[in-house]
């Protein structure tokens, strides 16, 4: 999981997988370091009755099972089961379970719609794109948004034409951006929005933007130049140049060592995803 964990209980055999970011713990403390680092994107159906059944089998942990049982069945609310669970080790104090309580709280002071934006927004962190445009599609169209500033509206859009370009739908994501700088009129969007149409090769509608929002030609080439570095990183990049360099393994003829090569990188890729989505996530 990226850090050394010193751990007092049972090693599971088989390991609990957390789906949403492709983590496998195999001990409470595991549990608990996941939960704390990893706070923004823990929600109720994350301990569900595979994760009981995980508590009982593999940890022996039978009462704390129950507990977790029993609130969730009893709709009791998320902080008591993250509680219960990070105090049946004693891998944190009281004074860091304290400060997990205080994020709760703050959470579940937020609006409907800022809740399921911060849902959406970490179905896009880990790649879940076609979800995380779901959730920002129905926050968009819920009562609950009219309440929203046009700034909150453009932080959705925003968002939301992140996912599009995650997707490789560069036109749709340029319309995202539209609206979220129509909406926020935050410099960010207004590159996103060039970034996305530059990516859709469509020069016209490349040009079409510039003429609508009327912007600065200092203004655009500072965008453009960004661009254009940006791109140029990406194309020197180490794993740009691993691909380039497997191209020509296949031309070559060489089938059988351009897979295993193509395997390796990717179980790396993988390997080094992980270890960075320990780290936490916080959303502005």
Not at 189 to 204: I, N, V
Request: proline content about 0%; hydrophobic content about 35%; some cysteine.
């Amino acid at each position: 999981m990226g850090k050394l964990i010193e751990c007092f209980g049972k090693i599971a055999e088989k390991p609990y997988h957390f789906r949403l970011t492709d983590t496998n713990v195999y001990s409470i403390e595991e549990v608990c370091y996941y939960v704390y680092n990893n706070i923004y994107i823990i929600q109720e159906e994350i301990f569900d009755s595979a994760f009981t059944v995980w508590l009982r089998d593999e940890l022996n942990m039978d009462i704390v099972a129950d507990k977790v049982d029993s609130m969730r069945n009893d709709k009791n609310n998320l902080k008591d089961i993250v509680v219960t669970i990070c105090c049946s080790c004693d891998y944190y104090d009281e004074e860091q379970i304290n400060e997990l309580i205080g994020i709760m709280d703050a959470i579940a002071d937020l609006s409907k719609w800022e809740k399921a934006k911060i849902k959406a927004d970490n179905y896009c962190r880990f790649g879940s794109y076609e979800k995380a445009i779901e959730e920002y599609t129905q926050i968009l169209g819920t009562d609950d948004m009219l309440n929203a500033t046009e700034e909150d509206y453009g932080a959705v859009y925003h968002n939301m034409g992140t996912a599009f370009c995650g997707m490789g739908s560069f036109i749709k994501a340029s319309d995202s951006f539209e609206h979220a700088y129509e909406k926020n009129r935050k410099e960010e969007s207004l590159r996103s929005y060039f970034y996305a149409l530059k990516l859709t090769g469509d020069k016209k509608l490349f040009d079409k933007g510039v003429k609508k929002f009327d912007i600065d030609i200092k203004i655009l080439n500072n965008i453009m130049e960004d661009f254009a570095k940006t791109d140029e990183e990406t194309r020197n990049s180490k794993e740009i140049r691993r691909i380039m360099k497997l191209e020509g393994i296949m031309k070559a003829g060489y089938v059988e060592e351009y897979y295993e090569k193509v395997g390796n990188y990717i179980n790396q890729w993988k390997e080094d995803y992980r270890n960075e989505i320990v780290t936490g996530i916080r959303y502005k």
